[in-house]
């Protein structure tokens, strides 16, 4: 090899060159980068980060119009603020149950999956405490054992889905008839009494004029809060319901973390049976019925998204409270279970119909930003 003169650019080359940027203000970038890092600080209410607020206070607002046309259908009840106090507190602890039960099964939504068993599970649970053998062990055996038999059939369905393979669809309807036949089983078919005091008087006694059912729900909602927004735990199940493959590309055991979901909402179930027994004084196989579509339907109602990757523990509390005073409001003006049968299926249509234009605007929005970005 010989070395020659280094070659130099052609006159054309030279000119098709591009011309020197000017000085860019260091202050100017300062600010553009902290635009771009936190636009969450020029427009929070408009950003992601004020969906969820502008969630809740859409639902607030429905309980609001509910209360209006309860206090104009009925201002003779309305009237009496005593009556309309005590009231409140009806509609708390008929939401009391369905509300346990409905934190368990967003954290399964939110994890990509369904559980339509958790009505079967209550009763399972009930009937399984309220057993002659069972109550003998006092209250902490009733409870221990309510507890234990929703957990365990909560990681039957975790393991029947992850390692099984199966459709949550298939595995927890399969589960739903298998819990019902085994709670008719034990039972005979028959209502079990319970005669524990201190379980019944969870129903009846009450703390500062509150229920302490309503204290309970509180404590599992404050709870499931916290471990969904404050925890390792609740980011992975969103992570795992927005995207399983991204998941466990990411590290995350998607197989264990789904059968620590259904575990979840199990015990979830295993608490409401003992709030449920205590409401009744009794449990029996047909008890907790179609307790599974109140839960899925105020999970919808506040805005967990039925394919995975984002829900509220607040907002499926709101949606509990709206069915449970939608029932308040039917009851007080006499009406039938199947015109409140209807409102609550055009409600579910409503909110899920609100889902699929939110989810394809925002769908376009990111692809916008996609093409502009490129």
């Known amino acids: ?201 969870l129903a009846s006694n009450s703390l500062l004029g509150i229920p302490l059912l309503v204290y309970i729900l509180a404590a599992v909602v404050a709870a499931g809060w916290v471990l969904l927004n404050r925890t390792t735990f609740g980011r992975r199940t969103v992570a795992v319901g927005g995207n399983p493959e991204a998941a466990r590309l990411a590290g995350i055991n998607v197989r264990r973390h789904t059968v620590l979901l259904y575990a979840l909402s199990g015990l979830c179930c295993g608490i409401a049976a003992i709030m449920l027994t205590a409401q009744a004084n009794s449990a029996q196989a047909a008890m907790a019925n179609l307790y599974e579509l109140d839960a899925i339907a105020a999970a919808i109602i506040g805005g967990t998204l039925l394919s995975g990757g984002r829900g509220t523990i607040i907002g499926s509390l709101l949606g509990v409270v709206i069915f449970a005073t939608i029932t308040n409001l039917f009851a007080i003006n006499g009406l039938s279970t199947e015109a409140q049968n209807m409102v609550k299926g055009g409600i579910i249509v409503a909110a899920v119909l609100v889902q699929q234009v939110q989810f394809r605007s925002l769908t376009q929005f990111l692809g916008r930003n996609r093409l502009t970005t490129t």
């Open 1 to 201: 090899m010989t070395d020659g003169p280094t070659p130099t650019a052609a006159p054309e080359q030279v000119a098709q060159l591009p011309a020197q940027s000017p000085p860019v203000d260091p202050a100017q970038t300062a600010a553009a980068v902290d635009k771009v890092a936190a636009p969450g600080r020029i427009s929070w209410w408009r950003g992601d980060g004020g969906e969820g607020a502008r969630r809740n206070l859409g639902l607030i607002g429905v309980l609001a119009v509910l209360v209006v046309i309860g206090a104009l259908t009925r201002s003779d009840l309305y009237s009496d603020p005593d009556w309309v106090w005590d009231n409140v507190l009806s509609i708390l602890k008929l939401a009391a149950v369905v509300g346990v039960v409905t934190v368990g099964m967003t954290f399964v939504i939110i994890g990509g999956g369904i559980d339509l068993s958790v009505g079967a599970i209550v009763a399972l649970a009930g009937v399984w405490c309220t057993t002659v053998a069972t109550q003998s062990y006092g209250a902490g055996g009733m409870i221990f054992s309510a507890l234990t038999v929703g957990l365990a059939v909560g990681l039957v369905n975790g393991l029947l889905i992850s390692y099984g393979r199966l459709v949550p669809f298939i595995a927890t309807l399969a589960m739903l008839v298998a819990a019902r036949g085994l709670a008719a089983e034990i039972s005979d078919k028959q209502t079990q009494v319970s005669e524990n005091g201190f379980i019944n008087g």
